[in-house]
């Protein structure tokens, strides 16, 4: 099947290449400053634990339409303690844009952010968990 240039198998491109996205969105994230990893969450922990493969581990990649390049990011990470959210969130926002245009081609229409945790830096001492989830920050990304 053949549209504008394009192979699917049966199987589709669209989803092997959801997981490529996601990858890269994953280390732009991972490499922002006061990032400290990406949140897997509990349905990604109980699918590895059962033997099922999980992509995009803390990432999730949409596309907009059937035969659109415009994808939809949302990354979810855990914070240092000690960084302001807003401003971590936005340096997210633009290095996953910019990455995953750079490196796919694609057109990213949206990175959201979603802080999960905050956690200390195990630099200084023992590493503790914030006891709930922070909060969200997201939205469209501004070019």
Known sequence: MDHHGRTYSIKGERAMSQGFIAQYAAKA???????????????????E??????????????????DSDDV?????IDVRFGYVMPE?????????????????GLNVDAVNVHVMRVLED????ESRDAEEAVGDVTGEVRQ
Do not use: M, P
């Open 29 to 47: 994230a991972v490499h922002t400053e006061g990032v400290c990893s990406l949140n897997t969450g509990i349905v990604t922990s109980i699918k």
């Open 49 to 66: 634990a059962i033997g099922l493969e999980h992509e995009g581990h803390g990432v999730r990649v949409v596309f907009r339409g059937d």
């Open 72 to 76: 939809i990011i949302t990354v979810y």
């Open 88 to 104: 971590v969130a936005w340096s997210v926002q633009e290095r996953v844009k910019k990455d995953v245009e750079r490196y796919t």
């Open 122 to 125: 195990k630099t200084k001492g």
